[in-house]
């Protein structure tokens, strides 16, 4: 699912490349958006996490994690520092929701756990862009953040032989992706995809150093893609 829906949207994405560069000399909406020195707008978007797992010890057996699908939303401010380039805060909150597979339990109750997240995110990230053609403008992004787990349960002093499956709160990582400026007549309209990269290990052992959940894990690290759709 989630590789359709990366290949739809280059697909949109390559469909208006071509649209502009073969749709003849375009009348150019809003000249002058970029050569303000500050912009505002805001984005909306969904998102799929997963987990990275490393381990202490290879037994054959992973931790299996089924991914769903959530949702984005934040604000933008962008400053401009030239022609090019751009620094971009982009503030937002997100949910989403994996549930993991636990090798070595005979009963779900077990096995399964649900790990359902509300992060706060604080990306500063660098934009890079080409020349305006016409009415879009292809760009490059990323940078790093940080974000607040509000779903965590560090400090929760059940673990998973209480069936409470425990995060850090506070995660840093960095993020990369690409997409495309729209010019319309009234806003700038901005699609891209963009790819979520944990530095820090965010697992919160239980307190038996054999447990079974989480004695073979030597660190856990999020992996995720977001789509976005931003408005300027």
Known sequence: MKN????FG?????NNFANAQFGGEPILNLQNEDKKFLNWGYYLGFNQYDFQFEYKEDIGRDILVDKSFGFNVGLIGELRINEFLDARFEPGLLYTSRTLGFP??????????????????F?????????????????????????????SQEDSLDDNSSGQFR???????????FGIDFYTEYFKFTPSIRGVFALTDELV??????????GNINAMRTRGIFINFTFE
């Open 4 to 7: 359709l829906l990366i290949l």
């Open 10 to 14: 280059l697909i949109v994405l390559s």
């Open 104 to 121: 070595g339990f005979a009963s779900e109750a077990e096995a399964i756990r649900e790990v359902r997240s509300t992060y706060i995110r």
């Open 123 to 151: 990306p500063l990230l660098i934009k890079a862009s080409t020349r305006r053609i016409g009415n879009w403008k292809p760009f490059i992004i990323g940078g790093v953040y940080t974000s607040i787990n509000l779903g």
């Open 167 to 177: 995060m850090k709160q506070n995660v840093y990582g960095y993020e990369l992706g």
């Open 205 to 214: 052992p239980d307190a038996d150093p054999n447990s079974p959940w989480t």
